[in-house]
Structures are given as C-alpha cells and as structure tokens.
C-alpha cells in the first residue's frame, strides 16, 4: 500500500493487511452506505448522470491519488474528525448546529471525488464482481446459488469458495447481511413495521430479522431505532406501504401487458415518482426492472421446459422473440437459445 492509495469496500467486502514491513499510517472512515447512496441518488439527482454507484465501487475497490487530489481527501477527512472526534462519541455526546447535514455533505464529497477518480481511470470489471450486484439487486427476492449458478455459468462450489474468500462470509450469511443492511435503512427513514419490512426483503418471519438485529448490533430493533433515527430527521421518508405494494405488483403481474402510465393510475401516483422510488429500491427505472423481471423468469423456463422460445417470450410478457432476445442480450450478455445449450434441462435436479 503506497501513500496516496485510498481503498473502498462496500458493506459485505473485507479486506486483510496480510504483512507490514514498515509503519503504516491510515484513517478508517465507516459510514452508513445506503444513507449514503441515497442522498446522492435522490437529494444530490446523481441517478440523472448515467451511472450506477454500486457498479463503479464494484469495478475499482482502490485508487492511487497524486498529492493534489489526495490533499482533497485529507480535508474533508480532518474535516469529518475536527467534527465527530477520532471515533464515534455516545449518542448524548454535544453536537454543533446542523451537524448531521454538514457530516453528510463531507461524505458525499468524499464519495464524489473517489467517484471522478474512478472515471477518470476506467478498468475492466472482474467478471464474478457481478454476482455480488446480482445478490445485492436480488437480495430481496428467493435467490439460490442454484439460481446463481445457472445465471453465471459457475458451479455452485466456485461461487461459494469466490463468496468466501472475498467476504468471508458463506452464501446465506452474505445475502443476510444484504438484506440486513436494507433492512436497517427502511427501519430508520420509513413507517414499515417490522413485519412489513421483513415480507419486503423475503426473511422468513420478523423474529428471524429482530434475531439478526441483536446479533450484529447487541440490541432488537425497536432500541436500534430509537437510538439512530434522532441523527436523521433531515432524510424524509419515501418508502411507503404502497410503494411496497407497487413492487410486489410488478413482481406478481410482469407478465401482463403493463405500462408506466396504468401503474400510475392503479396506485394513485405519477410516473416520475414511480421511477424514483424504483431508481433507490431496485436499482432500475420502471422499463428496465420489467424487462428484467421478464429474462430472470425467461430463463426459468429455458431451463426448466421445453417451450420455444417465441412461446416462452410471449409467456412472460414480450411481444416478439425478437424482443425478449434483445433484453436477454441487453441483461445477460447471451442470446436465449445460447443460455438453454448451456444449461440442459437433464442437469436440473428438483
């Protein structure tokens, strides 16, 4: 590790200093990501320049900085400890006016310059990065490493032994952790109970949630929100019981012939709202999360029946193979008929 390296990992990456030949000197900062991710996608319009944070943090965990733009760093960075103190204080701890808005808008500078770095010196994705933006986009649905298995073309065993050497952690702790981590952000910044918050991100029950809440934050989630949710009043709340409902109409209903406009009207919104809640909540705009909706359940039955492939597009909602091929290719990188050669239905075992 050089002077001027500065290293992002993302809420379920870990990272090891495996030998240290000389002194080594370095600030640590730890922020709540989805907050985060949040005000700039929402209150910043950073969605409206063309590009996914989750995806660039994926595509480069570090950058090596010049001294000019690593002196930015070090500002907002003894900015943030002038204000907070080299660690965290207690919740009672005295704070300044407005400091809550002022810690953000440091972290979202921070995010912001490592994000320009970023575009500044593109790099190839690493191919199995993927997998983990797929469980973090999916967290919410009945994912498997089955499932992943099938989508990447990897065996089971390869993608829980990449899970674990990157994380740590096994398959099901990890996509716990996802959705723990979605699961702390709707408790904080909306009015879903638990129960509505645990049907949402596909835990089995709430006491399995409020079991996870106590293990990884030493208290249930009812003190967890009373302790953390005073710091945020500033964020508003815009996942509502009703923009739950939306989702799980889309997933129950992407077959149909929908559009963005009856949405609108079924659920008493408008399409710009729409978009934004599904821009924060699924990653996508309405079009593209029921297109993907359409190729994850197309490939089901690519692998699963026998059906061809024009049956098979307009099952799941397209109007032509050619367009279900199109998304597929869009969404996949293969054509439906590449992906069925790959995945013979006489491997499946039910």
């Known amino acids: 590790m050089k002077r001027g390296k500065i290293i992002s990992l993302l809420p379920w990456q870990i990272s090891e200093i495996i030998a240290v030949d000389e002194k080594v000197t370095y600030y640590l900062l730890i922020y709540r990501f989805e907050l985060i991710e949040f005000i700039l996608k929402e209150q910043l319009s950073y969605a409206n320049e063309g590009q996914d944070i989750v995806d660039l943090l994926y595509q480069q965990h570090s950058i090596q900085v010049d001294k000019d733009d690593s002196q930015v760093f070090q500002r907002a960075i003894h900015s943030l400890r002038d204000e907070i103190g080299l660690r965290t204080a207690s919740i009672n701890r005295h704070t300044k006016p407005l400091s809550s808005m002022w810690i953000v808008i440091q972290l979202a500078e921070i995010i912001i310059s490592y994000l320009r770095q970023i575009s500044n010196n593109k790099t190839q994705s690493i191919c199995s990065e993927e997998i983990f933006r797929y469980m973090y986009l999916h967290s919410s ?18 993608i829980s032994k990449y899970i674990k050497k990157l994380t740590g952690l096994g398959f099901y702790s990890l996509l716990d952790e996802m959705r723990l981590s979605k699961a702390q952000y709707l408790l904080l910044h909306t009015d879903l109970s638990l129960t509505q918050i645990a049907d949402t991100l596909n835990f089995s029950d709430k006491s399995r949630l409020s079991k996870l809440f106590s293990q ?4 249930n989630s009812s003190h967890f929100k009373a302790t953390y949710k005073k710091g945020d009043k500033q964020i508003p709340s815009r996942l509502s019981p009703r923009d739950l409902k939306l989702i799980n109409y889309l997933y129950e209903n992407y077959a149909e012939d929908i559009t963005i406009d009856q949405l609108s009207k079924i659920f008493d919104s408008n399409p710009k709202d729409i978009n934004s809640m599904l821009n924060y909540f699924v990653e996508d705009n309405f079009s593209n999360f029921l297109n993907q909706l359409r190729v994850n359940k197309a490939c089901d039955l690519l692998i699963k029946t026998d059906l061809s492939i024009i049956d098979i597009a307009y099952q799941v909602g397209f109007n032509s193979s050619k367009t279900l091929t199109r998304n597929f290719k869009r969404i996949l990188q293969i054509s439906p008929s590449a992906f069925r050669k790959l995945n013979p239905k006489e491997q499946i075992r039910y």
């Open 216 to 219: 990884h934050h030493g208290i």
């Open 141 to 158: 649905e009945d994912i498997s490493l089955n499932k992943l298995s099938e989508i990447f073309f990897l065996s089971k065993s390869t």
